[in-house]
């Protein structure tokens, strides 16, 4: 059933611009639709999370989405929001990225061809590379100024006086290269409209002239906004960089956890972008959230929305267990059930001491272990104090000054947990 695409993108704050006449146009027929993707890693982040989840409305608005992975453009580098040219990447790891994003859109859209509107899924370099440049250069370059290139924003401000690097020629054909594949689209595959974040819509229109001069044909375009924080900062970057979509990139844990930090202020605006609730079940979260923001009723949704949207219902509870953990409200079973990495990650920075494993063997004393074999706590007497006053705790389960650690206590085969108070910890890892 076909739905209004652009309402469900306005109401949730993901339009920024159109070309005129593009809402009637997709309300009136189902057609196919393009976001090209540069593939510059081998992994999507969640900077491009916005544009996936575009497809996937206008998948299920009743169209045919496009994903354009750019095998050719990315060897170039779009410099749209630019300020440094982009160090330029050989066929073979682009090949190689293109192979590893192709996983990753098929968690999302729907490749089948039982549905009446499948996704597709195509690579630019698969008719760019056989494009001379002669060829290129009758075909595509006469149809478009220099004074038309000259007035994009993408180009003025790489070229203005605050620019310390200018702007290569590479760069500077790199519009014409992403209209060549809307134009290139429109004509083999009838697609009629090309999406894509609103520093983009210099290249998009580039490719609605080039449609209207080489075949006399209209085309349409949508833009969403740059999604940025609140406080102005970049949305998506952590102190560690890209939050990515691959979870051998970031864990899910971490993932999570970017999403439980949003602020009170953005969440109300992610709920509506990154997750398919309705609008009046978002309403409904929204008012509760404002009676009550010390729940982060808002944040919990958008974490688990995404978290199971991106990685799955499982790694989802994978991850509320681990955060239990993290914040005192697990059982000892929960973190026995951690794996090596996920463990090392959510105790990352605490101090760790080596400990042979013929002392577990034998069976170790809780005072030994805080005091001789770690250096946790400074004397027998601070141990026995703390032990006496219930403060200590082994694999977040109180003990006593009698407890003895065994093998039996090893999280993940290698690893004890202790703990003084509620956020003093220390790690005892054993020589295998």
């Keep these: 059933m ?8 306005r109401w949730r704050g993901l339009l920024q611009d159109l070309i005129p006449e593009t809402e009637a146009f997709l309300l009136s027929t189902s057609t196919r639709g393009y976001i090209g ?32 992975l750019g095998g050719a453009t990315g060897m170039i580098g779009d410099p749209s929001g630019k300020s440094d040219e982009r160090n330029l990447l050989d066929h073979k790891i682009l090949e190689k990225n293109c192979k590893d994003l192709k996983n990753q859109f098929e968690k999302f859209l729907n490749f089948s061809s039982k549905i009446p509107n499948p996704a597709t899924i195509i690579n630019n370099y698969d008719w760019m590379k056989s494009f001379s440049l002669i060829d290129f250069s009758r075909d595509v370059g006469k149809h478009l100024t220099v004074n038309y290139m000259m007035a994009k924003e993408s180009v003025k401000k790489r070229l203005s006086n605050d620019s310390k690097t200018g ?34 819509w210099g290249n998009i229109t580039t490719g609605l002239e080039l449609i209207r001069r080489k075949e006399g044909s209209k085309a349409y375009a949508i833009t969403c906004p740059l999604i940025k924080k609140s406080d102005g900062s970049k949305f998506g970057k952590t102190e560690e960089g ?9 864990s ?6 970017f999403w439980l930090n949003t602020s009170d202020d953005d969440s109300i605006n992610y709920i509506k972008m990154f997750t ?21 009723i808002l944040q919990k949704i958008i974490a688990k929305e995404v978290t199971i949207l991106v990685h799955g219902q499982e790694a989802f509870n994978k991850v509320v267990s681990t955060s239990e953990i993290l914040f005192g409200n697990s059982t000892e079973k929960n973190l026995q059930n951690l794996d090596s990495k996920t ?23 809780i005072i030994s272990a805080l005091v001789t074999q770690t250096g946790f706590l400074k ?47 220390f790690i005892i890892k054993v020589k295998l």
Excluded at 403 to 416: C, E, M, Q, S
């Design 343 to 365: 463990f090392l990650e959510l105790f990352e920075g605490v101090p760790q001491a080596l400990v042979e494993m013929s002392l577990l063997i034998d069976g170790l004393s």
């Design 252 to 257: 899910c844990f971490k993932f999570y956890q």
């Design 276 to 296: 398919f609730l309705s609008k009046e079940e978002i309403e409904k979260k929204i008012n509760e959230h404002s009676n009550a923001p010390h729940l982060r």
């Design 37 to 68: 993707f540069d593939p510059t890693s081998d992994s999507l982040h969640i900077g491009s999370l916005v544009q996936i989840i575009i497809l996937m409305h206008f998948q299920k608005a009743g169209h045919h989405p496009i994903v354009l």
């Design 167 to 200: 702007m290569s020629f590479t760069e500077f054909t790199y519009q014409l290269l992403q209209g060549y594949d809307f134009f290139h689209l429109h004509k083999t595959m009838n697609c009629k409209l090309q999406m894509g974040g609103s520093d983009q």
């Design 379 to 425: 004397s027998n007497g601070e141990a026995r104090r703390a032990l006496t006053e219930n403060a200590i705790s082994v694999n977040q389960k109180k003990v006593n000054i009698n407890f003895t650690l065994g093998v039996n206590d090893l999280i993940a085969g290698k690893y004890i947990l202790l703990r003084k108070g509620k956020k003093n910890y």
């Design 242 to 250: 890209n939050v990515w979509l691959d979870e051998n990139k970031t």
């Design 2 to 9: 076909q739905t209004n695409f652009v309402e469900e993108l």
